[in-house]
């Protein structure tokens, strides 16, 4: 058994040395409040690992946590609604990555794949399925700064209770679909 999981070891070991693989993600974190209600911290945590297939494609996940604050409009994805609770989320959005222009410092990438969203306060579900484009930058050998700008697709939240679902399909390149993350590259 021992020399079983030696070997598994070793492969494993190998196939990460020659493999592309990268890890990073985004994290975010405020102070939000207003004249009739006290304080909260709200924040994201929603780290990323992705393996380069060769130099055109890569595949990837983000898997994460974020609380965004009490009452008010709420903003998940590119939709808005409005919400009395504090909403904590588990986040999961696997992708497929695209890079068409590749130069010796900065790369443009567009993802394909879907978000999904579980709210456990306001007990929601949301889905956003689309393509978000994206710039690369190397700032090393090893490290990269990473940002998405926009989302072309469908997104929907499902909040609990009656006729209150909301949908849309769109192109949104407004600064609500900025996103920036530093990945270190294996």
Request: proline share 3%; net charge negative; no cysteine.
């Amino acid at each position: 058994m021992k020399k079983i999981l030696m070997t598994i070891a070793a492969a494993f070991v190998a196939v990460s040395m020659s493999a592309q693989v990268y890890v990073g993600g985004t994290v975010g974190m405020a102070s939000v409040g207003s004249e009739n209600s006290d304080d909260e911290t709200v924040y994201k945590l929603l780290p990323e690992i992705g393996y380069n297939i060769n130099d055109e494609w890569a595949i990837g996940t983000v898997i994460g946590y974020a609380k965004s604050p009490i009452g008010g409009v709420q903003k998940l994805g590119n939709l808005k609604y409005t919400s009395a609770n504090s909403e904590s989320a588990f986040i999961f959005a696997p992708y497929a990555r695209y890079t068409f222009v590749k130069g010796k410092n900065v790369s443009l990438f567009l993802d394909g794949g879907f978000d999904f969203t579980s709210g456990s306060d306001g007990d929601y579900t949301a889905l956003s399925v689309g393509l978000k484009p994206g710039v690369a930058v190397s700032l090393g050998e090893n490290v990269s700064f990473v940002a998405h700008a926009g989302f072309i697709g469908y997104d929907s939240i499902n909040p609990d209770g009656d006729n209150n679902n909301v949908h849309a399909w769109g192109l949104d390149l407004g600064s609500n679909n900025l996103t920036f993350g530093l990945y270190f590259n294996f």
